[in-house]
């Protein structure tokens, strides 16, 4: 059975989120990828854990500026979002109401709160599928804010990610990317840019 709750204020849910990578996603990305981006610190462990220039995610723009040119050059594919794929940041509540895709896997719009932010701001349509979305991960007394892809992850898992998102963060808003299946040319694209975000195997946003 499907799963259809208003996403309004997520209340009474833990603000320390941990989500769980597919490890044969996780291991794409770090033969393709990670291991040949140049800026260090993007994913960080132990006492590095929570600082630097990759701690607190804003915007897509703003999370890939401190790669090289370089990079740029090697990778473009990194640098802009998949045809078909947009981001938004709306405050909570949001006003969307999702739908699992499959049960456990992945989530789509199927409807908003009238006069709720995300229909008042108009961007986002019914059949939107979410495909990455902030959350934070608490550490000990560290944290991190970091968007995670959300393409594959349950409904609750889903709401913990958004609900975790809290002002004592400093978080005023929750960042979404979505894909609106009708405009993408191709659906491998948009996958090889969700396993540039997952976590390596030792990360602290990695769960056993």
């Known amino acids: 059975m499907k799963s259809v709750i208003p996403l309004l204020s997520c209340l009474g849910l833990a603000s320390g989120f941990a989500p769980l990578a597919n490890p ?4 794409k990305s770090v033969t393709s990828t990670s291991l040949n981006i140049s800026v260090p610190g993007m994913w960080t462990n132990g006492n590095a ?12 723009d703003s999370w890939m500026s401190p790669f090289t040119d370089d990079d740029r050059k090697e990778f ?40 709720g932010n995300a229909d008042r701001q108009g961007t986002v349509m019914e059949g939107d599928v979410l495909i990455g979305v902030t959350a934070i991960k608490v550490v000990g007394a560290k944290w991190e804010r970091r968007l995670i892809p959300a393409k594959d992850l349950s409904f609750d898992v889903v709401v913990g990610a958004i609900s975790s998102n809290e002002a004592k963060w400093g978080c005023d808003d929750v960042v979404m990317q979505f894909m609106r299946p009708i405009d993408v040319d191709d659906p491998q694209e948009v996958e090889k840019y969700l396993d540039f975000f997952n976590p390596p195997g030792d990360s602290a946003w990695r769960t056993a």
């Open 49 to 60: 854990y929570g600082k630097g220039q990759f701690k607190f995610y804003k915007s897509f």
């Open 76 to 115: 473009p594919e990194l640098f802009q979002l998949p045809k078909g794929c947009y981001e938004i940041s709306l405050p909570k509540p949001l006003g969307i109401i999702f739908e699992e895709i499959e049960i456990g896997k992945g989530v789509y719009v199927v409807d908003f709160v009238e006069g």
């Open 24 to 27: 044969k996603q996780v291991a």
